[in-house]
């Protein structure tokens, strides 16, 4: 049997070993935990953004059922959190407890309330986008009045709160900045979701102005960010001017050996006691360019970002991030949004495969 024909078998394999591996981080209520349930590090609670993610390689495969089971817990928990939602949109709010939080107990959907970076307005723009999605691919989350009625207050939400230009900690959780990540999930959402609820024009064109006034920067103190990516996959609300300048950008400044880091002296898991120049290297960055570049139509460099990251997987699973220039792994593996962004990587390469051999 040719090699490269192994090869493929091989992506396959992979490709069920770990979406076995990200099933079992989702808990009866439907949603799923950061990492493994039993990890030490607070990963065993639901992100709202994590489980976006960590949906996206179910939807991609199109096992539509998980999906649904997630999405029905996420409206859950706003449904349980809706008088907060009512509070910010009849006021636009001011301090951080009064924004929608970023993560809840995985079977109770309460929230948790340490004093962190919760203003996170991605994650809201990421599951409107994310129910549109399905929507449009026929699988109905939109199953009452309520439910739309639900919706279409998280579409005021981001009115209230004028997410164009406020400061919210962003992907990773930082100092709150204006972060053009940010604004184009919420951007990305509103204009998907726009079908089935009603989303006012200004709010389309205030994200847009201020997209297109960020970029390529990521805010004002970053230069360029890992989070930029998602601008251009799963959103694909950049131009292809800014779509390859963010790549250059991040492929010159992040990328590194094992994974990319997220931004210049990035202090989470930093190897030097002072947080500077010791970045740790994630490795859904990996597939994220492989995914990127396979949907570009560029297969020499989707296939070198696939090789690397199937260099860096582990026992565990799909880490969340190596140390600098080590072989050193931290405790979150499997992390669930690195499983995701790996079997979508492997499905991408490995369905462009068999279509040529059709």
Request: proline share 3%; aromatic share 12%; hydrophobic share 35%.
């Amino acid at each position: 049997m040719p090699r490269k024909i192994i090869t493929k078998l091989k992506n396959k394999h992979l490709i069920k070993q770990h979406l076995k591996t990200l099933k079992s981080l989702q808990y009866p209520s439907g949603l799923f935990a950061a990492s493994a349930k039993k990890v030490n590090t607070g990963y065993e609670k639901a992100w709202l953004r994590d489980n976006f993610y960590e949906c996206l390689a179910f939807f991609t495969l199109q096992d539509y059922e998980t999906c649904k089971k997630t999405y029905r817990a996420l409206l859950k928990i706003f449904e349980k959190h809706e008088y907060k939602i009512d509070h910010a949109i009849a006021k636009r709010p001011h301090h951080k407890h009064e924004y929608i939080h970023a993560r809840y107990h995985p079977k109770t959907f309460d929230e948790f309330w340490e004093d962190w970076g919760n203003k996170q307005n991605d994650a809201i723009g990421a599951i409107l986008w994310g129910i549109a999605r399905l929507e449009q691919a026929g699988v109905k989350i939109i199953l009452t009045e309520k439910d739309r009625k639900l919706i279409q207050k998280l579409v005021d939400y981001l009115g209230s709160i004028e997410y164009w230009h406020d400061e919210d900690s962003g992907m990773w959780e930082n100092e709150e900045e204006t972060h053009a990540s940010s604004v184009g999930a919420c951007l990305a959402g509103l204009t998907a979701i726009s079908k089935h609820v009603t989303v006012p024009e200004y709010l389309i064109k205030e994200g847009r102005k201020s997209l297109n006034h960020l970029l390529p920067r990521e805010s004002k103190k970053k230069y360029v960010d890992l989070a930029q990516l998602s601008l251009i996959y799963p959103y694909n609300i950049v131009t292809k001017q800014q779509r390859d300048t963010i790549l250059k950008n991040i492929e010159y400044h992040l990328l590194r050996a094992r994974g990319v880091i997220r931004y210049k002296n990035d202090w989470y898991y930093n190897k030097n006691e002072d947080g500077y120049s010791e970045e740790a290297e994630w490795c859904f960055g990996l597939s994220w360019l492989a995914i990127i570049y396979e949907k570009m139509g560029k297969k020499k460099k989707a296939k070198s970002f696939l090789e690397k990251a199937i260099s860096v997987n582990t026992p565990k699973g799909m880490p969340e991030l190596y140390y600098s220039q080590s072989d050193v792994y931290n405790e979150n593996a499997p992390l669930g949004w690195s499983e995701s962004m790996f079997v979508i990587a492997l499905h991408e390469f490995n369905t462009e495969y068999f279509k040529k051999k059709k």
